[in-house]
Each structure stands twice: as C-alpha cells, then as structure tokens.
C-alpha cells in the first residue's frame, strides 16, 4: 500500500457513518449475542483459538452483529478472509473465489473463510456451488441471513452448517452502545464536548428496537445537527432525539420470520377471542407496511375455518369490510380491517366446518363410491335402472320438508359434521336432534 492509498483509506474511514465507525473490532466490544459468544461458549472458544472449522450460519434480525461478529473472525483468524454479497455478487464472483482458494490450498495450505451477506438471495443453484469446498474444506462458509435458513437456504448446506439465531439487543445494550459512541475519541464523539439528557438517550435506544446501527444513525444525525451553545456544548435533549429518530423501527420482512411470527399470533389471537392482542398485531402489520389485502384474505379464512356456523353473519361482515376497503382505501380503510378482526375476535367460534376435509380424507383413503341409483341424474341412467330412481322421496312432499332417506353411499359411515353448539349452532343442533327424533 503507498502513501496516497493509506491517505485515502482513512479519509474514508474517517467519513464513514458512526455505525460503521463504531463496528466492534473485537469480541470484548461486542455487544449481545451471550449465548452465542459469551465467556466460554464454544463458538468464542473456536474465534480466539483460531480453530473455526465448521461453517456457520448467522441468522437474526438487521442490527444486530452478524456481519460485525464475521468481521471480528476475519481480524482473529490466520486464515484467508474473504467477503461475497449475495445482492451483488453471482456465480462468476464465487467461481473466483473458488478457484483463489483452492489454488492458496494446495500452494501454501491457507484456509480460507468466505462471508456471504445476505446469503438467502442466492437462488438454489448459486448455493449449490458452494457445496462442493465446503464438503471438502476448500472453504468455511459464514453466511449472514435476515431470514429464516431453513426455508431460505438449501437442506444439503444446512445440514454442513452450524445455526445460530442472533437477538435484536437489549435496551440497556443499546445505552451502552451510545455511551460508547460519546466517549470514544477515535472513532465516535469522545472529542467533543456532548451531554446528552437521560430522557434523550432512553428515547434513542427505546425506539431503536433492538438496532444497533439505527441507535448509532439516529445518535449521528442528532449530534451532526444540533449546533453547539456558547459554551461549545453540543446539548442533545429529548425533543432533538425525538426529531432524530421519529419513527420506532419494525422489524418485518413480507417474506420472513417477522411476517409469519405476526401474522401467527395475530390469527391465534383472534382465535381465542382476545380482541386487544388482535388489534395489536393488526396495527403491527399494518404499521410496518403489510399488504391489508393479505390480512383480510386471512380474515376471511378464518371466518369460515374457527368461525363457520357458529356465527353465519362473521364471513358476510368480513367480505362487506373487503369491499368497503377496495372503496374507501388507506388509511381511512384501516376501520374496516379493525371492524373485520373485532368481530371475529369477540363473536361466537367452532371449526365444525373443517368436516370437509374428513369428508375428503374418506374420499382419499378407501375411494370413491357412486351414489344410490335414486339420487343420480335420469339423463345418465339406463333405461333397466330408471324404475329405481322412483324411489327417491321428494321433501316437500312431507309436511316438515324432510324424510327418512339415506343420501350416502352405502358402505360410507359419515358422521364428520359435529356441531358444537356454540352460538348459531346451537339451533343446528336442534334441528338435528329433531330429525333424529322423526326419524
């Protein structure tokens, strides 16, 4: 490296935002994750010894410290590091790599340690070329992934790989973390006079979520953007923290864990009949940008599949509040998802309409039997079997509209409707119990 390479790597470092800046180099700046590389966990262990082996898949929310704990391998590690992202790296990228490591391998038998950011948006077949050196050892891998490697992540690289699920930090970690970005003189703010007000820096790590690099954006903006008094203290009260970071952060990918965890509990939550927590987790998803479509698709499967005849009317106030949102729209349209979730929540619930899938399971296990003769359509009959569909008995030729007369096929058993008698079917269950009584 010359002179004016070095001059210009640390004009770039020194005006890198405070998150990068900030980047822990070591494990004792590290922040979180104790259980996966607290004092004496095995993965620590493998970094300080330097005998990482295996490779690894870091699996967590953004902010968190998987690419910063990769980064802290690399500077502990005698090993070849080298750094792919999956966003703008493909296959010919990881073919040089390849190539690179084998040949450092069998020339000065180097290992070499490959991160892929964001791993998850390699297709199938991009992934697969990592298989091959990861069997042999050619490479470990470091994946980091915001979403969930079983289902992002091909089975065969799993399986070679160790798991671990990173937490989004603390409240407490990320006051640290500010603390420590005002203190340090080489890298954060430790050169200039700042106080920062107790309820300014709750604020900051509170609606921070659990993001480390949006706690440190936020502190930088209100730092960057607050001048100093006449003293040459930069004051960083609340209302500046509040102007610095307006909006909490959600974490929420439409195709991640955050989605499926929400939307889990938010149908469960209406399933048993909690209207509050529907209405939470409705606002969480609504808040962090899911398609209301969505959930109102969801809705009017759960109408039918917890609600069904317990309450006729849930699945028509649930279509007339889809419409009513294709007319009205966003943001006034969010009455009508919280009119649709309430109205589940708090009515009457059974999932006796879930025989169906009895009546199909009877169907998929033993086949299926032809009705009786009298049932069928006399266009389809033979002219030796028409003197048999004479013996279908017409309803409403009865005074009560029914009679006695078997509709199954013979050999069919049925008996997969039971109603529960909750709410409107309670009626039903009346009805039944009268036919059975006539019968």
């Known amino acids: ?77 005698q090993a070849y590091f080298v750094t792919l992202s999956a966003v703008l790296d493909g296959v010919a990228d990881l073919r040089r790599v390849v190539d690179e490591a084998r040949e450092r391998r069998a020339l000065y038998a180097k290992r070499t340690i490959l991160l892929v950011d964001e ?14 050196v990861v069997e042999d050892g050619t490479i470990t891998l470091i994946g980091a992934t915001t979403e969930n490697p079983y289902f992002s992540i091909i089975g065969p690289l799993i399986s070679r790989s160790r798991v671990f699920r990173f937490q989004t930090l603390s409240h407490t970690q990320l006051e640290d973390l500010i ?43 209100a730092v960057e953007s607050t001048p100093p008094d006449a003293e040459g203290v930069y004051q960083i009260t609340l209302e500046v923290a509040e102007e610095s970071i307006q909006k909490r952060a959600l974490h929420y990918d439409k195709s991640g864990d955050e989605h499926y965890d929400t939307v889990s509990a938010f149908i469960k939550s209406v399933r048993g009949s909690d209207p509050d ?12 940008g899911e398609d209301p479509r969505f959930i109102l698709r969801r809705l009017l499967v759960l109408a039918a599949e917890d609600i069904g005849l317990a309450s006729p009317m849930a699945i028509v106030v649930v279509a ?21 979730t309430l109205y589940l929540a708090t009515t009457h619930k059974s999932n006796s309409v879930g025989a169906y899938w009895k009546a199909l399971a009877e169907i998929e296990e033993h086949g299926y039997v032809p009705p009786p003769i009298y049932l069928r359509d006399t266009h389809t009959l033979l002219d030796s079997e028409r003197y048999l569909a004479k013996a279908y008995k017409y309803p409403h030729d009865y005074p009560t509209g029914w009679v006695k007369q078997r509709y199954l096929p013979e050999g069919v058993q049925g008996g997969w409707f039971r109603p529960k008698g909750h709410g409107h079917e309670q009626r039903i269950l009346e009805t039944l119990k009268q036919l059975k009584q006539e019968k």
Not at 119 to 132: E, F, M, S, T
Not at 320 to 340: D, I, K, S, T
């Open 1 to 77: 490296m010359d002179l004016f390479e070095h001059v210009r790597k640390e004009e770039t470092r020194r005006e890198a935002p405070l998150a990068a800046r900030m980047r822990p180099r070591t494990l004792d700046e590290f922040l979180g994750q104790e259980t996966i590389v607290g004092s004496g966990r095995l993965l620590r262990r493998a970094i300080e010894s330097d005998r990482l082996f295996s490779s690894l898949i870091f699996w967590g929310p953004p902010g968190t410290g998987k690419t910063t704990l990769a980064m802290i391998i690399a500077n502990l590690t």
């Open 277 to 288: 927590a529907a209405l939470y987790y409705l606002a969480k998803m609504i808040a962090a």
């Open 119 to 132: 791993i998850h948006r390699w297709n199938k077949a991009q992934q697969d070329g990592l298989l091959p």
């Open 179 to 221: 603390r420590r970005a005002l203190a340090d003189q080489e890298r954060g703010y430790g050169n200039r006079r700042i106080e920062i007000s107790p309820e300014a820096l709750h604020h900051l790590a509170e609606i921070a979520g659990g993001d480390a690099r949006t706690a440190l954006n936020a502190l930088e903006l």
């Open 320 to 340: 007339a509040c889809a419409q009513a949102f294709e007319w009205v729209g966003m943001p006034e349209g969010q009455y009508h998802l919280a009119e649709a």
